[in-house]
């Protein structure tokens, strides 16, 4: 190798590696502010659900402004002129307020209403337990809106995925089900 082979590889590693150490909080700021969040509106004091933009919050990491902005909320479009005062919670706790953290902490520890099994954190690649409403019928937790969810958990109950197909299959074919309920004779 010549001397400017050296050189020219040693400029580019030299780059790159700036480009990555300069990358690194982009994208630390990228993954901690991308999902869909829940929290409470400064203006009306109620459940809220958006979304942080957060290509451009990992973009302005790398020219040193971190600035959030608001991608969507459930209350635009209209009032889409808002302060966006409510990044100032996603700021202060960007964990506590993704849903997805939010349902896998309401179901960790609770207990399945038919089977009684334990349900534990969710995993993304995991069936998600569901909930049994006050009519009795059962639905998937994605069925509803990010921000019905607090309302939801406070008068819903936990299901497993196992008893929620099972209670899916019978309100949709109950011709299908027999019910066999075991006669127990205690000897005489």
Not at 14 to 32: D, E, K, M, W
Not at 100 to 118: A, L, M, P
Not at 154 to 174: E, G, N, S, Y
Request: glycine residues 4%; aromatic residues 8%.
């Amino acid at each position: 190798m010549t001397i400017l082979t050296l050189l020219v590889f040693s400029i580019i590693a030299i780059v790159g590696g700036l480009v990555l150490v300069r990358s690194i909080p982009a994208l630390s700021a990228y993954f901690t502010f991308r999902g869909k969040r829940v929290i409470t509106c400064p203006e009306t004091h109620k459940t809220a659900a958006i979304d942080v933009a957060a290509r451009k919050a990992g973009l302005r990491a790398l020219i040193g402004e971190p600035a959030l902005r608001l991608d969507r909320c459930s209350r635009w479009p209209e009032r889409q002129d808002c302060d966006q005062e409510c990044l100032q919670q996603v700021e202060a706790d960007p964990d506590n307020c993704l849903v997805w953290n939010i349902v896998s902490n309401w179901y960790e520890g609770k207990k399945c209403v038919f089977c009684q099994k334990r349900l534990g954190p969710l995993h993304h690649l995991d069936h998600t337990p569901a909930l049994l409403g006050p009519d009795g019928t059962t639905a998937e937790w994605t069925e509803f809106r990010p921000e019905q969810l607090p309302d939801v958990f406070a008068t819903f109950l936990p299901v497993c995925w196992d008893c929620h197909v099972t209670q899916k299959f019978r309100r949709i074919h109950p011709e299908l089900v027999i019910e066999r309920h075991r006669d127990i004779r205690l000897p005489l």
